[in-house]
């Protein structure tokens, strides 16, 4: 399974983006497929995940209300919409899959196999 992430870029404050997450090699359903952020010097942190089926979404307190996961079957892609970004939203995102995940681990990383190399997305005030 491979994953490729897009979208990222430059935008001011209380601007969009739409990140998207191509998974290839496998069947997008049977993953539940997550998005991770990383700011520099940070840890990477849990941001978003769409559980394989596409029904049950979560979404970290900080995001909640501003950014929208979603995915369509037919393109093999998962979306995050981020609206009303803000500074502190700046970092690498990365989206990661697996078909196994369980919902208690579904936040950790480490739960998670496949792997997207991240797009960066700078928002500036």
């Known amino acids: 399974v491979q994953l490729q992430a897009c979208g990222g870029g430059l935008v001011q404050a209380r601007c969009s983006l739409r990140l998207s997450c191509e998974v290839s090699?496998?069947?997008?359903?049977?993953?539940?497929i997550t998005w991770f952020r990383q700011a520099l010097g940070e840890e990477r942190e849990f941001i978003s995940s769409?559980?394989?089926?596409?029904?049950?979404?979560v979404y970290a307190d900080s995001v909640k209300g501003r950014f929208t996961i979603s995915r369509d079957n037919a393109k093999n892609t998962v979306f995050l919409q981020m609206n009303s970004l803000k500074p502190e939203d700046t970092g690498v995102y990365y989206c990661?899959?697996?078909?196994?995940?369980?919902?208690?681990?579904?936040?950790?990383?480490?739960?998670?196999?496949?792997w997207g190399q991240g797009t960066l997305v700078t928002v500036s005030s």
């Open positions: 990661a899959a697996s078909a196994r995940v369980i919902v208690s681990t579904r936040r950790s990383q480490s739960a998670y196999h496949y």
């Open positions: 090699g496998g069947t997008l359903t049977s993953y539940t």
């Open positions: 769409l559980w394989r089926g596409g029904i049950s979404t």
